[in-house]
């Protein structure tokens, strides 16, 4: 089995991690994480010790990076912004 090349996405604090993983995932982008073992066993979710560095494959990083920049800029939402329009009677 070949072995993938991986890059580092970004360092984020929990509980972001969960959701720019979850977001990836479901546009087909592999994500691997790494912490510092004793964060989580110790609650710790602020300082260095509390970071989360996601990887991705070297050949999926610069969709990723487009798409976590459209998150971080608020692009790419804007069919929630027509639903909060909507009034309940309408439908």
Known sequence: M??????LLITVYPPEDIFIEGMLNQAGIQVFKTREAISPVEGIY???LAEIKLFVP????EEARML???IQKGT???NLEERRDI???DR
């Not at 070949?2 to 890059?7: I, Y």
Request: hydrophobic letters at 25%; aromatic letters at 0%; glycine letters at 10%.
């Open 68 to 70: 976590l920049d459209s």
């Open 58 to 61: 070297q050949e999926q990083a």
């Open 87 to 89: 009034d309940v009677d």
């Open 76 to 78: 790419g939402n804007e």
């Open 46 to 48: 602020i300082g260095p």
């Open 2 to 7: 070949k072995r993938k090349e991986m890059t």
